[in-house]
């Protein structure tokens, strides 16, 4: 059974930095994507960044310029380098790996939680 392990989440004052990391704990087969997510109280989940097994990645509007996402595919390891952090940031951050070769297989982390304070 595969486990994606995060940590780096925090408490952080507005303006302030943080770095996110997602270490799968086992070598996954046939990403074809690495990507965060997150949650905030009352919302629903919603992606944040990702980035293919090709380089590409995708990053939501809200965090364009901010938030930068990144990998080491030989350590199955993703990260996401969080500048500019604002309260409206605040949110439960969840990282996923999708794999597979025919039908995709969804791997989440157990989420770790980021507070932006004012």
């Known amino acids: 059974q595969v486990q994606l392990v995060e940590s780096g989440g925090g408490l952080v004052q507005a303006g302030g930095s943080l770095r996110l990391s997602c270490a799968a704990s086992?070598?996954?087969?046939?990403?074809?994507?690495m990507g965060w997510y997150r949650q905030a109280p009352g919302k629903q989940r919603e992606l944040v960044a990702d980035?293919?097994?090709?380089?590409?990645?995708n990053y939501a509007d809200s965090v364009k310029g901010r938030f930068t996402i990144s990998r080491d595919s030989a350590k199955n390891t993703v990260y996401l380098q969080m500048n500019s952090l604002k309260p409206e940031d605040t949110a439960v951050y969840y990282c996923?790996?999708?794999?597979?070769?025919?039908?995709?297989?969804?791997?989440w982390g157990q989420g770790t939680q980021v507070t932006v304070s004012s």
């Open positions: 980035i293919t097994s090709g380089g590409s990645s």
């Open positions: 996923k790996i999708r794999a597979g070769l025919t039908l995709n297989v969804d791997y």
């Open positions: 086992k070598s996954i087969f046939s990403i074809k994507a």
